[in-house]
């Protein structure tokens, strides 16, 4: 089986992650077309396959929140990537979109060459995170040009639904695969060596969040949280995209304002996360709008931290209540607080969230699975578009070949 695989950036974020941990582990030939230069590409040809860009300034400057107007005049570059694309694809059996702009392209480029598209959903589907234009062509492809779409979590599910009518029947779910070695790796370093090599104070409780500084993840709320309990600290790991550097001055300020200035850190962009969660005692996920899935959630639990997560979107699929973690109301500081609070003086309670949250994530939420449901559904893919082509059965993939290395 001959896979192209579509993504719209060359940066690493979640999806990437994601598509980079299929790659590693698919027992498939595979190759990449990326929207972008950055180190995803680079990770990616490090699998020693070959990485291309095909890219439009024009459509790689599309946001989310692009209207109707803005989207036809993109029209002619993005005719000209969907070709490039689609002669690419003649040397592939079908093509894996990874993101919603890469669907877009590759479901008309898979139309031209007659492959099978098959879309890793990574989003909830809905006005607060895309224009109604950019829901409308969602909804207008997914239903005339996708052979299947693959859902990251039940909430991503159900939002797809709600927007298209597809039956829930008709979509997988695989969640992320997260591979734990490097997290067992950090766990072998002693706590107070790792705060002194990241510049954080020895003794103080520290939460962490990781993630971009963006209004949507929700960092405000744990700096108000920060505010209500004088004995935590918070550490903000990570830094702001795009057009997100107006949110970080403003959480910056925030912390001027409410006198936070000696119990906040600002980390900034990170690279090593397992060794960083490990440096705190508690790992936060205040994001207040609905996380699709909630990948550093599952990156906590496997770093042997507590977490305390917003319940919405995927999250609760993650985390069992007072079992494997804590889950609070989105935006509300006051709950979040609380569970600080309340795990702040209870080590016992730290102690078995994160043993059990440790289990739970190394049994549920690990690459091998993800390759190997990620592969099945590919293969069943190709298998169905060979015989809608006619194929005789001696030339058509063995459809139960589902094993991933």
Not at 68 to 92: H, Q, T, W, Y
Not at 128 to 154: E, G, M, P, R
Not at 178 to 193: E, G, T, Y
Request: charged fraction near 25%.
């Amino acid at each position: 089986m001959r896979v192209l695989m579509l993504d719209q950036t060359g940066q690493l974020g979640g999806a990437e992650f994601a598509m980079l941990e299929l790659c590693e582990r698919a027992n498939f030939e595979w190759s990449a077309v990326l929207f972008g230069d950055g180190p995803f590409k680079q990770k990616l040809e490090a699998l020693g396959h070959p990485v291309e860009i095909i890219s439009a300034s024009s459509v790689v400057s599309v946001r989310r929140s692009s209207k109707l107007k803005s989207l036809i005049k993109l029209l002619p570059d993005l005719l000209s990537m969907v070709l490039r694309i689609a002669k690419k694809a003649n040397a592939f059996d079908v093509i894996y979109a990874n993101t919603q702009k890469a669907m877009v392209l590759g479901a008309l480029a898979g139309m031209i060459a007659r492959r099978p598209v098959v879309w890793y959903l990574h989003d909830i589907v809905d006005e607060t995170h895309f224009s109604k234009a950019q829901l409308t062509v969602v909804k207008w492809l997914s239903k005339t040009l996708l052979s299947k779409v693959i859902c990251n979590s039940d909430a991503s599910r159900k939002a797809f639904v709600k927007l298209t009518g597809i039956k829930a029947t008709e979509l997988d779910v695989v969640y992320n695969g997260i591979p734990a070695a490097p997290f067992d790796a950090a766990m072998a370093v002693d706590k107070s060596l790792l705060r002194e090599r990241f510049g954080l104070p020895a003794d103080a409780f520290l939460v962490g969040c990781f993630s971009r500084l963006a209004e949507w993840k929700g960092q405000h709320v744990l700096l108000d949280a920060i505010a209500k309990d004088p004995d935590a600290h918070a550490v903000l790991v990570g830094a702001p995209f795009f057009n997100e550097e107006p949110y970080a001055h403003a959480l910056r300020q925030k912390v001027e304002h409410l006198k936070l200035q000696s119990r906040v850190h600002f980390v900034g962009f990170h690279s090593d996360i397992p060794s960083m969660m490990r440096a705190v005692d508690v790992v936060a996920h205040t994001s207040i709008a609905p996380e699709p899935f909630g990948r550093v959630v599952v990156e906590g639990m496997l770093a042997g931290r507590p977490v305390i997560a917003s319940r919405a979107g995927g999250v609760p699929e993650i985390i069992q209540h007072m079992k494997s973690g804590l889950l609070v109301e989105p935006d509300n500081a006051i709950a979040l607080a609380n569970s600080i609070s309340t795990l702040r003086r209870n080590p016992e309670l730290i102690e078995r969230l994160a043993t059990d949250a440790g289990e739970r994530a190394r049994t549920r939420f690990t690459p091998e699975e993800h390759a190997r449901s990620m592969t099945s559904i590919l293969r069943r893919c190709v298998v169905a578009n060979q015989r809608q082509k006619g194929w005789p059965e001696s030339k058509q993939l063995a459809a139960e070949d589902t094993s991933a290395k």
